[in-house]
């Protein structure tokens, strides 16, 4: 019976709660590099996307007092950038004013939005870490 080591053979995860600021949201785009820097791989273009997904959880997706989440995940070929904030009621779209998603849709492979514990939404992104992706050398 295969396990789950067998199936993703490496996952690498990292996760910070930050506070629904500006500092906040530079704060975690810094961390959120180093990290990245930290396990060898290319961190522009996940910066670009990490600054606009925790840009938007502040600006749009914030209740005073409460914080946000960033979220990395790595599995082969693979990084998941993931933003949790507590506006559930408030989904983000492509044609809403700014032009933050539209930078977002253009950078990464994937990208959306779903349902976290109530009363909190996830918008995630997805970028290839393959060889022939965006970011060979």
Request: proline content about 8%.
């Amino acid at each position: 019976m295969a396990t789950l080591s067998d199936v993703i053979p490496q996952l690498v995860d990292f996760h910070v709660q930050l506070s629904a600021t500006p500092r906040g949201a530079r704060l975690g785009r810094m961390l959120a590099v180093e990290q990245l820097r930290s396990w060898g791989l290319p961190f522009e273009v996940p910066a670009l996307i990490i600054a606009e997904l925790s840009a938007n959880a502040v600006t749009h997706g914030k209740v005073p007092g409460r914080d946000f989440r960033l979220t990395l995940t790595v599995i082969p070929d693979t990084l998941c950038i993931e933003v949790m904030d507590t506006r559930g009621d408030r989904i983000p779209r492509i044609h809403d004013a700014g032009r933050g998603l539209v930078l977002v849709e253009a950078l990464a492979d994937r990208w959306g939005v779903r349902e976290g514990p109530a009363p909190c939404k996830v918008v995630w992104a997805e970028v290839s870490l393959a060889a022939t992706g965006p970011w060979s050398p």
